[in-house]
């Protein structure tokens, strides 16, 4: 299962979507716009797990898909 997670960068001023918790694959400057990123291509991959982390760098929320 591919895991795609959406991360604020360290002023939480932008938001990466990353794929696998590697190095980031997309930047959006807001956090809805990473989300639907990450979804759209863990739908693509399905099934996949998001992760979206809050402007604490931590796991906010989980999805499977």
Do not use: T
């Amino acid at each position: 299962m591919k895991g795609y997670s959406g991360v604020p960068n360290k002023d939480v001023s932008g938001w990466y979507v990353k794929i696998e918790n590697v190095a980031p694959a997309e930047y959006h400057s807001s956090r809805d716009d990473a989300v639907l990123e990450a979804e759209g291509l863990a739908k693509d991959n399905a099934p996949s797990k998001v992760v979206i982390y809050d402007a604490h760098q931590e796991i906010g929320e989980e999805r499977q898909i």
